[in-house]
C-alpha cells in the first residue's frame, strides 16, 4: 500500500481520514512510517477524543460541569414559536388571514390580546415557595373592601395555577362569603375546631365556598358575639392551615385596625391592599390607616401597598378624585381606580364573566400590582 506524503492536501486524504480534518498537517509532521504500531494506535485513540471534546463544546449552550434539572425543559426553550409554528393568532383579522392563507400566515395576535396576554403573565408570575399572605383592610366600613377583596381574589385565581384563598376576618360579621355561590355552612370556627384532624386538602376544602373562577372562600361566624370571639390565636390556627394548601391568602379584615386579629395578620403580609371611597371623609380614614401603619411599625408595607380607589361611593360625583389619587401615589406604590358596575353595587354574589369590562380589567390591574409588590418583596 502507498505511503501518503505528510504534506498531502486535504483533498487527497481518503474518505475514512474525514473525521480529522480538523487535524493540521505541517511539513515537519511525523512521519508515519517512522511511528510504531502501538504509538499509531495512541494517537489515534487520543485523536478522536480530542474530536468528541470538541463535539461536546459545539453545543448550542454552554451549560457548564453539572447536568441540567428538569426543569431547564422549558417550553418556551423547546417549543418552535416562528412562523407557522407559531400558535393560531387571536383577533379578528389576524385569525381571517391565517385561515385563509391555509395556516401559513401568521401575524400574531391582535394588540388587545398581546395586552391581556401580557397582564396574564404579570398575575401569573411565580412565588418562590411559601404562602403569601395580602390583608385588605380599612377604618371605614361601606367602602367596598369586602367587594374588592373579591374582585381581587377572582383576578388572581382565574389566570394562576395555583390556590387563592380568602379569609373572611370580619369581627362585625363579615359577608365575603356571600359574594360567592354558597356551598357549606362552615366557618373559621370550625377551622379551628377541626383543625387537628384535617390531614389533607380535601378535608380542608369540605369547609369553604368557592366560584368559578376557582377562588375559595372562607367565612366568618355570622353570630356578631362569636366573629369578636375569633382572636389572634384562632387566626394563626387558620392561616396555619390555609399555608398548607394555598399560594395566596387574602384576609378581608373588617373595619379598624386595633382589633385582636390585626397583629397576626399585619405580621404574616407580604403585600397590602387599602381600600378608600371617593368621599373626603373616606379618603382621609383610609389615609389616617396608612399613618396609624407607619406609626406602629409597619412603614415598609405601607410603601409596598396598593390603594383600591371604589368611585362608586356616595360622593364621588363631587370631589376631585384626581387630587385623591394625588394624595395616595404620595405616600403608596399604587392607585387603582375601580369603577361603578351595577352588579357590585347589588351586593350579592359577583359573576366575574358577567361584570363589565373595565371593572375586571381594573380588578386584573390590581391583581398584578399586588403579584408584582409580593415578587419583589421576595426578591430584595
Not at 470538541?54 to 426543569?71: F, I, K, M, T, V
Not at 404620595?330 to 361603578?340: E, M, T
Request: a negative charge; one cysteine or more.
Amino acid at each position: 500500500m502507498a505511503k501518503r506524503s505528510a504534506s498531502a492536501t486535504p483533498s487527497e486524504l481518503p474518505e475514512e481520514a474525514g473525521a480529522s480534518d480538523e487535524i493540521e498537517l505541517h511539513d515537519d509532521a511525523v512521519d508515519p512510517s517512522a511511528v510504531s504500531a502501538d504509538e499509531a494506535e495512541t494517537i489515534t485513540l487520543s485523536t478522536s477524543a480530542a474530536s468528541n471534546d470538541d463535539l461536546y463544546q459545539r453545543r448550542p449552550e454552554n451549560r457548564g460541569s453539572s447536568p441540567e434539572p428538569s426543569a431547564m425543559l422549558t417550553d418556551d426553550r423547546l417549543i418552535e414559536t416562528t412562523g407557522r409554528y407559531r400558535e393560531v393568532p387571536e383577533g379578528f383579522w389576524q385569525r381571517g388571514l391565517y385561515e385563509l392563507s391555509f395556516r401559513t400566515i401568521n401575524v400574531g395576535d391582535s394588540r388587545s390580546v398581546r395586552e391581556r396576554k401580557e397582564m396574564d403573565a404579570r398575575i401569573a408570575t411565580p412565588f418562590e415557595q411559601g404562602t403569601k399572605f395580602v390583608p385588605v383592610l380599612t377604618r371605614k366600613g361601606g367602602v367596598g373592601k369586602t367587594t374588592v377583596t373579591t374582585l381581587l381574589g377572582m383576578a388572581i385565581a382565574s389566570v394562576r395555577d395555583d390556590r387563592v384563598l380568602g379569609i373572611d376576618a370580619n369581627p362585625d360579621r363579615g359577608t365575603l362569603a356571600e359574594r360567592v355561590p354558597k356551598a357549606t355552612g362552615a366557618t373559621v370556627r370550625d377551622v379551628v375546631k377541626l383543625a387537628a384532624g384535617i390531614g389533607s386538602f380535601t378535608d380542608f376544602a369540605e369547609l369553604l365556598s368557592k366560584d368559578k373562577t376557582r377562588l375559595h372562600i372562607l367565612a366568618s361566624d355570622s353570630d356578631p358575639l362569636l366573629s369578636e370571639a375569633f382572636d389572634e390565636d384562632d387566626y394563626n390556627v387558620v392561616a396555619d392551615q390555609a399555608a398548607r394548601f394555598y399560594s395566596i391568602v387574602l384576609t378581608d379584615c373588617g373595619t379598624g385596625v386595633v382589633h385582636s386579629v390585626m397583629r397576626p395578620t399585619l405580621q404574616r403580609a407580604d403585600g397590602l391592599v387599602v381600600v378608600s371611597g371617593g368621599s373626603v371623609d373616606e379618603a382621609r380614614l383610609a389615609s389616617e390607616t396608612l399613618t396609624w401603619l407607619e406609626a406602629n411599625g409597619y412603614k415598609d408595607l405601607v410603601k409596598n401597598a396598593v390603594v383600591a380607589l371604589n368611585t362608586a361611593t356616595q360622593g364621588t360625583n363631587v370631589v376631585k378624585l384626581d387630587e385623591i389619587e394625588n394624595h395616595f401615589a404620595s405616600r403608596v406604590r399604587a392607585v387603582v381606580k375601580i369603577p361603578y358596575d351595577p352588579l357590585l353595587a347589588a351586593g350579592s354574589i359577583i359573576d366575574w364573566p358577567r361584570l363589565s369590562p373595565y371593572t375586571r380589567e381594573a380588578a386584573r390591574e390590581l391583581a398584578a400590582l399586588v403579584v408584582a409588590g409580593m415578587s419583589e418583596r421576595i426578591g430584595s
